[in-house]
């Protein structure tokens, strides 16, 4: 089977992905290339529970692969008037296209125009994922001493 016949899928997140989640924020890479410190463990799931599962203005969708593999998340959020949009995947799961196909049902949902992302600028896979799924570079920003790019899709 090639990586073109994966079957990509969102579903609601349960707990058991929180796991998943955890482990892909504190792998060591993904860490590099996002410029993101990783939350200790009871951190990370207050801020799920609380604050990515606990909002009903949010949309959340737990990414599998193939029947049921937790690949990742996508997360669309109010930042005062912007909505923006994040994501994580697991290293098993990078430039396989799965990122790609997963937006592109994401954004199938999640319907407010404009949406902004500002990955790190040297993060260039999640750059290019991001401009393949229509996102329009706009400026930077910064996140304490690093620049991230802003993009919107309008």
Not at 31 to 49: E, G, K
Not at 116 to 145: I, Q, W
């Amino acid at each position: 089977m090639s990586d073109d016949d994966l079957d990509v899928r969102l579903r609601d997140v349960v707990e058991a992905d929180l796991e998943f989640f955890l482990a892909y924020e504190h792998d060591p890479e993904a860490v590099r290339r996002s410029r993101f410190t990783p939350r200790p463990r009871d951190a990370f799931l207050r801020h799920w529970r609380t604050k990515v599962l606990g909002d009903p203005a949010n949309v959340v969708q737990t990414v599998t692969v193939d029947g049921g593999d937790v690949a990742g998340s996508l997360v669309a959020w109010w930042e005062e008037d912007r909505r923006f949009l994040g994501y994580w995947l697991g290293r098993p799961y990078w430039g396989r296209g799965i990122g790609s196909r997963a937006l592109r049902l994401f954004l199938e949902q999640e319907t407010n125009r404009p949406l902004y992302a500002d990955p790190f600028e040297g993060n260039t896979g999640s750059v290019r994922l991001l401009e393949k799924a229509g996102f329009e570079r706009s400026g930077t920003v910064r996140h304490g001493e690093d620049t991230h790019i802003l993009l919107v899709l309008r």
